[in-house]
């Protein structure tokens, strides 16, 4: 089990180093320093010198990879690869173009991402299990077919409709709570229940589908059967055998995004103007901020990685045929 | 007085009805086996009984009767009570009959829970009670173990204790050894009989198998299409099957006795049962037909006490046993050159545990194998699940890497030729699978899956050759153009056989061609796979645990164990003759029609793992005759004839 662990954490130090390149490669190489100080400067008024001033200032203005003038160590460390990518590994990601420290940054902004995510995370896999198993409990009925055809009506629609049709309806017409901002402490739960409450309701039709998919396969295996024939109630049989089963596919499904929840979301975010990382992203990409967008692909792909490796000691948590072998 | 009285259930699911009118009674402590062949209504009656029909499945007619309740009228809360607790069932696969993720001892307290209110403490010291009362050793480890922990015979024990969890008064069994080895089908029948013995408790068997009914019923009903076409004492059944297709059935088992003959098949195949059928249901196949048996429906016909018959024309006197053994196919008179040569061939699969995977030991699947098989011979590998038949199969056709082997074929070296040179040689073997649902590319026309090998090896004149292919195995040229789920069981198995012929190969080897196969369409596949090496002058190497298979078809065995050949020698004297412990057992574990009064042999455990083989000769733990000798060094080979050896310390 330990050796596992330890074998999944080291498979994953390869994939980093890897994501770091492709990184490094697609912000500095494809998009040179130049590239990127003449888009910030503007086309208009850009100078040869002006573009140098901008990069020294920011430290682009080093070699990329090989510093022949510098003496020994330096040959590696003074450049820009060193500087910008392999500090990422230590989580230092420098200051934005607007010259605040990102790590700073991201560490308050990750309050309200969280904020926003767990409540929709924990309380969408709550509804949609509900709804799938209320589904399969009355199957093979009228129930059942218009709950799966609302589920895919549900599902066909955008979820800028249901952003914007929600921003109507509860802030403008019925005035329940603010259409967008946030506040700090307790002040920020109204500005919370219309984005966490839109994003479970967005969220129901595509995961109840499926979890009602994984739940109908489960019915019909042979050992629910086996369970019915000792004279269980219906019920039990769902929660206690179909559930406990049908939970190894779902949470192992789900455990890959607990991590991304950090990132927040750039749509709902954005809309409901939510100080978060998916905004702070958003807000870095219109502004052309290559430092803060680098750091966030490298935290996103660390993330996901770290998903990746949940979901496999998930598997050994839930599924006794996994831990005992 | 009568436990179970069923007076015309019939049942239907959508416009299909699988059971129609069927009636019987079940005594106090009496056995009654339904038999019949897959589709045949069996299965569909007894979930009947416990009202558990699948989705969109009801009854529609019909009564039930249990102990003076009629339990169609029962409500759900008081059939609760009933299903697990005076009725229970176990069934066919235990490996995915149990939950997976509950332990054994949590899956029979909620039987526990439910009709005896037992939790706690007490309903676990039940469990283990139960556990040991179906043989199941050290049950209060057992107890808190996981299903997928136990061997398939320990599952479907651990079943079987749910089952009794409830003392219930009918035991439901749905081909209860189905799914499992001989030997350890044996422990199990031993356990059901013992158990309805010991607790006066009837049974309702059903099973395709007409040994194993023979072993355990006192009372046999037939099925056929959805209705009950026969029943009748055990005895009386088996002396004198009235209906023609029961006759039929008996006169399509393999036996030694029918070697050189073509065995019984029965044309045609059940008739569809959605839609309305007149006259006698099995009249499109009856040899015996006449005008009437297509106009009406048969009704009982009573022939003797407890004996009745839905047939116009009952066949009456006794069943002919066969004829007796012709004098043998003069076996091995003259040596040939042998088409394949096998000499210690291994194949050895590597553990790999810790951080960095490194291998601690290996799987022993096949460990020192020899062989040799002549042209237009058969030689049969017997052995269980799990005794690397398969492996040593797949890995003679150099479809798995062998660790090491001296592979000859038609005298040319091919055990280490690299795969591009093998080319030729892959001609000249192929290899019939025993699926033939899975074995066949669903999205390929049967005659695309046909010509595919014989463009890549032949690579000329493909497609004409296609319809002659199938026209060899017995299906219509004009078949080429279906897809695979057009075909029933027994066809997909003839395209198996066609495809691997399209390459004109000389040796076949045949994986469990049959085993996934109902009695009447394997006989049909016998007939076919015998035909084929008469006419073509084929090798076959047939993997197989079905005894009566080997004695119809093969001239030599060879019985694998852990990874070994523990005996061979020719058909009559391995099993008529067998030396070995092991190759006894197996066949004394195998259910006989024909009644003996010898105690047969029987053996206790499982196959131990083949990772950790017990020291000395592998067979010693579970070995009658075991003594020191056995748990110190594995026996050599001791010849008893030119062509029969034993490895064994003490052959018998």
């Known amino acids: 089990m330990l050796a596992y662990v330890v074998r999944r954490v080291l498979y994953a130090i390869p994939i980093l180093i890897g ?61 820009i690869f060193f500087a910008k990518s392999v500090r990422m590994f230590a989580f230092d990601f420098g200051r934005a173009d607007d010259g605040r420290d990102i790590s700073r940054e991201i560490r308050t902004r990750m309050v309200p991402s969280l904020a926003v995510a767990v409540p929709v995370f924990i309380l969408g896999l709550y509804v949609s299990i509900s709804f799938a198993l209320l589904l399969v409990f009355f199957r093979a009925t009228y129930l059942d077919v218009g709950g799966v055809v609302l589920c895919v009506a549900m599902m066909s629609i955008s979820s800028l409709f249901y952003i914007i049709g929600g921003q109507w309806l509860v802030s403008k017409v019925w005035h329940l709570v603010p259409i967008s901002g946030y506040a700090g402490g307790l002040d920020a739960v109204k500005f919370l229940v219309l984005p966490v409450l839109i994003n479970v309701i967005a969220g129901i039709g595509s995961s109840a589908r499926l979890y009602r998919t994984l739940f109908l396969e489960e019915v019909n295996r042979d050992y ?17 055998h179909v559930l406990r089963n049908a939970l190894i596919p779902i949470l192992t499904g789900v455990v890959v995004v607990i991590p991304l929840l950090f990132m927040g979301s750039l749509i709902t975010e954005s809309f409901f103007g939510i100080p978060g990382l998916g905004s702070y992203t958003i807000d870095a990409i219109n502004a052309q901020d290559f430092a803060v967008v680098r750091a966030m692909v490298f935290i996103g792909s660390c993330l996901y990685i770290l998903g990746l490796l949940l979901t496999d000691l998930s598997y050994t948590l839930v599924d006794p045929r996994v831990r005992l072998e | ?192 009989a013992e158990l309805k013995a010991a607790r006066r408790m009837a049974t309702l068997l059903i099973s395709h198998d007409l040994g194993v009914v023979a072993r355990m019923a006192d009372r046999v009903g037939i099925m056929y299409a959805g209705q009950l076409v026969e029943t009748a004492p055990r005895a009386d059944f088996y002396a004198r099957p009235a209906h023609p297709y029961a006759r039929r ?156 082997s001296f592979l000859r074929l038609d005298g040319q070296e091919i055990g280490d030729l690299p795969e591009s040179r093998l080319r030729p040689f892959r001609a000249r073997m192929q290899m019939v699978f025993q699926d033939p649902f899975g074995s066949l590319n669903p999205r390929l026309r049967v005659g695309e899956t046909i010509a595919e090998g014989l463009r890549a090896l032949k690579g000329r004149g493909a497609e004409a050759r296609v319809g002659e292919l199938l026209e060899a195995v017995g299906l219509p040229g004009a078949m080429a153009q279906r897809y695979p789920h057009e075909f029933s069981g027994g066809q997909r198995q003839r395209i198996a056989i066609a495809r691997a012929l399209a390459v004109e190969p000389e040796l076949l080897v045949c994986d469990e061609p049959t085993s996934a196969l109902d009695v009447s369409v394997q006989a049909q596949i016998l007939n076919l796979l015998r035909d084929l090496q008469k006419r073509l002058g084929l090798a076959y190497l047939f993997i197989t645990h079905n005894i009566a298979v080997v004695d119809f078809l093969a001239q030599e065995v060879a019985v694998m ?49 083949p990772a950790a083989p017990p020291a000395g000769c592998h067979f010693h733990p579970r070995c009658p005759r075991a003594v020191d000798t056995c748990r110190a060094s594995y026996p050599g080979e001791t010849a008893f004839s030119a062509s029969h050896t034993v490895r064994c310390h003490f052959p018998g």
């Open chain 1, 19 to 79: 994501v770091n390149l492709i990184t490094f490669a697609l912000f500095f190489v494809v998009n040179s320093p130049d590239d990127m100080a003449r888009m910030q400067l503007g086309v208009k008024r850009v100078t040869p010198e002006a573009i140098q001033k901008w990069k020294a200032e920011r430290g682009y203005d080093k070699p990329l990879a090989w510093n022949a003038e510098a003496a020994g160590l330096a040959k590696v460390t003074d450049t």
């Open chain 1, 224 to 240: 629910v059967r086996t369970a019915m024939a000792k004279g269980l109630p219906e019920l039990t049989m769902l929660f206690r």
């Open chain 2, 1 to 192: 007085m009568s436990l179970l009285k069923v007076r015309d259930l019939s049942v239907a699911i959508g416009p299909v009805r699988p059971v129609q009118q069927v009636s019987f009674d079940i005594d106090e402590g009496e056995t009654f086996a339904l038999l019949g062949e897959s589709g045949c209504g069996k299965s569909m009656t007894a979930l009947a009984l416990m009202r558990l029909l699948p989705a969109g499945g009801r009854l529609t007619g019909g009564t039930v009767v249990f102990d003076g309740t009629s339990l169609r009228e029962l409500p759900e809360t008081g059939m609760r009570r009933v299903r697990g607790g005076r009725m229970a069932m176990i069934f066919q696969e235990p490996g995915t009959s149990l939950n997976p993720v509950m332990t054994v001892g949590a899956q029979i307290g909620e039987s526990l829970a439910l009709h005896h209110g037992m939790t706690g403490v007490a309903a676990r010291e039940r469990a283990e009670t139960l556990l040991a009362a179906v043989g199941i050793p050290d049950p209060a480890r057992r107890v808190d173990e996981f299903p997928f922990q136990l061997s398939g015979g320990m599952k479907q024990r651990a079943m079987i204790a749910m089952a009794l969890a409830g003392e219930p008064e009918l035991l439901i069994a749905d081909e209860p050894t189905t799914a499992l080895d001989v030997t350890i089908q044996a422990q199990v029948l031993d356990l059901l």
């Open chain 2, 249 to 404: 059935l008996f006169a399509a088992l393999p036996d030694v006795r029918l070697r050189g003959t073509a065995l019984a098949t029965i044309p045609g195949s059940v008739p569809s049962l959605d839609r309305p059928l007149c006259g006698c249901r099995f009249a499109p196949r009856c040899a015996e037909a006449r005008e009437i048996c297509r106009r009406e429906v048969p009704d009982w016909t009573f022939l003797a006490q407890g004996h009745a018959v839905r047939c116009h024309f009952p066949a009456t006197g006794a069943r002919s046993s066969g004829v007796p053994a012709p004098a043998g196919e003069s076996v091995a008179a003259e040596a040939p050159a042998p088409l394949l040569e096998v000499e210690e061939l291994r194949v050895h699969f590597p553990i790999r545990r810790g951080l960095f995977r490194r291998t601690v030991g290996h799987v022993r699947a096949v460990d020192g194998v020899s062989l040799r098989l002549v042209r237009g011979r058969t030689l049969a590998l017997v052995g269980e699940s799990g005794c690397g038949k398969t492996t040593a199969g797949k890995a003679v056709l150099r479809l798995l890497p062998a660790t090491s």
């Open chain 2, 561 to 609: 164990y852990l990874g070994r050949i523990v005996e061979r020698g020719s058909v009559d004297e391995v099993l008529r003759n067998p030396r070995h412990p092991y190759t006894q057992a197996l066949l004394a574990a195998v259910p006989a029609i024909e009644p003996s009064e010898v105690a047969p042999v029987r053996l206790a455990g499982d196959l131990p793992s």
